[in-house]
């Protein structure tokens, strides 16, 4: 048997034949309990707003945890809940439960310092980008703005008062802001822990619309072959030809928003996938379990779901790696361009803060534009290279 993108046998993975229905059926009921939560907050509880964040239903998570907490919910925050919980049972859940899968993830990442250091790094993102906007909030504060970093300074004019010690015109920075302060006298650290969630929220949703889409797609292409091959992938090459950058640009006229972006990268983006894993579907279609399926009389529906389907999904995720450090660049650079929701502090929104003509003491504030470019930097260069590592490990071929 060929194992370009590993055959996972997903029945030894799963510990049980019975496992993956049992999955879906179980993100089925949660899916339902979404829908329901998503009616009852947007039909029965009033919609709340605030001066900065964006008008949207509100939940009551006080039902669910503690009294007096709540939340401002937009689209983005419900497709946002529907990913993590997508991801949670068709990749956390079969990894999680695979010490084979698990030992092979670990000898590829383990032999490459670079890397572990990029896994590191992804993990305080992804764990800052879910914790740190909860406890850490960007509270604004003017009479604090363009406070320099704790043991650096910055001019003394922008920064009235200085917070710290003051001399010959400079202001030296104390431990109350680490990083420094926003134009606004935002706290940095909390400003990145947003950035970091909003990096988040676009790697999570996008990839949940792109990996279904372009793996069903390609499978079905490669699968069948001739006219309905014909059909899907010049279908493929017209989408193609409409650059989700461009698209986006156009829709962004009637509204901007993060749902706006996530919806037009995710819809717009998959073609290039479903290309890897219609190659992919084509070679796994003559494998001997895929013909001992027909042979026995299977359908090829069944044949698809069964055989096809978990088999081309690797190339889909490989894929995926290279494309989600791509998205996550384009949002903030729609960002430094002032093409975004404002109210949205990703990265890109806070270094055009520090580098826009409202700021226009930089370079010497400098801080501020310097930790979100830099953010960006380690998060695209570190999904690069553990893209790599995932890659190796999927594909035995390329292991080193």
């Known amino acids: ?19 993956p229905s049992i999955r879906v059926l179980v993100f089925l009921v949660g899916v339902a309990v979404l829908v329901a939560a998503f009616l009852y907050d947007y039909f029965v509880l009033p919609p709340t707003t605030s001066t900065f964040q964006a008008v949207g239903p509100r ?36 990894f999680a439960t695979s010490a084979r899968l698990r030992g092979r993830y670990w000898r590829v990442i383990r032999a490459r310092p670079l890397a572990m250091a990029s896994l590191a790094y992804l993990t305080l993102v992804v764990v800052t980008g879910f914790l740190g906007p909860i406890f850490w909030k960007p509270d604004l504060n003017l009479p604090h703005a363009f406070q320099p970093p704790a043991f650096l300074w910055g001019p003394a004019r922008p920064a009235n008062p200085c917070v710290g010690v003051e001399t010959a015109e400079r202001c030296y920075g104390t431990l109350r802001y680490p990083l420094g302060t926003s134009p606004y006298g935002k706290n940095m650290i909390p400003l990145l822990f947003s950035g970091a969630h909003i990096a988040v929220k676009v790697a999570l949703i996008t990839g949940t619309i792109i990996v279904p889409i372009a ?6 292409a490669g699968y069948f072959g001739g006219r309905v091959d014909t059909v899907l992938m010049s279908y493929v090459d017209v989408q193609q030809t409409i650059p989700a950058f461009v698209a986006y640009l156009v829709l962004s006229y009637w509204g901007r928003s993060l749902f706006l972006f996530v919806a037009v ?15 992919e579907a084509i070679q796994r279609s003559e494998d001997a379990y895929v013909l001992a ?6 359908s090829d529906l069944s044949i698809l779901v069964k055989h096809v389907i978990p088999n081309v999904a690797n190339a889909a995720i490989v894929g995926l790696t290279r494309l989600i450090p791509t998205i996550i660049l384009i949002e903030a ?15 890109g929104e806070i270094a055009a803060q520090g580098m826009g003509t409202f700021s226009a003491e930089f370079p010497y504030v400098y801080w ?19 893209g790599d590592a995932v890659r190796d490990g999927l594909d035995p071929r390329s292991a080193r």
């Open 293 to 298: 399926a027909k042979s026995a009389g299977a």
């Open 215 to 220: 793996t069903v797609v390609g499978s079905v």
């Open 59 to 94: 939940i009551d998570l006080g039902f669910f945890l503690v009294t007096k907490f709540t939340w401002d919910l937009v689209e983005t925050d419900w497709l946002f809940v529907l990913s993590v919980w997508t991801v949670l049972l068709f990749v956390v859940v079969p």
């Open 368 to 386: 501020i534009a310097l930790w979100p470019v830099l953010a960006l930097a380690l998060t695209v260069v570190s999904a690069s290279i553990l």
């Open 333 to 347: 650079a729609i960002s430094y361009m002032d093409m975004n929701d404002i109210m949205i502090a990703s990265w």
């Open 1 to 19: 048997m060929s194992e370009t993108f590993e055959n996972v046998d997903w029945d030894e993975l799963d510990g049980g034949a019975s496992l």
């Open 265 to 279: 990268f995710g819809l717009l983006s998959w073609g290039g996938l479903a290309r890897l894993v219609r190659s």
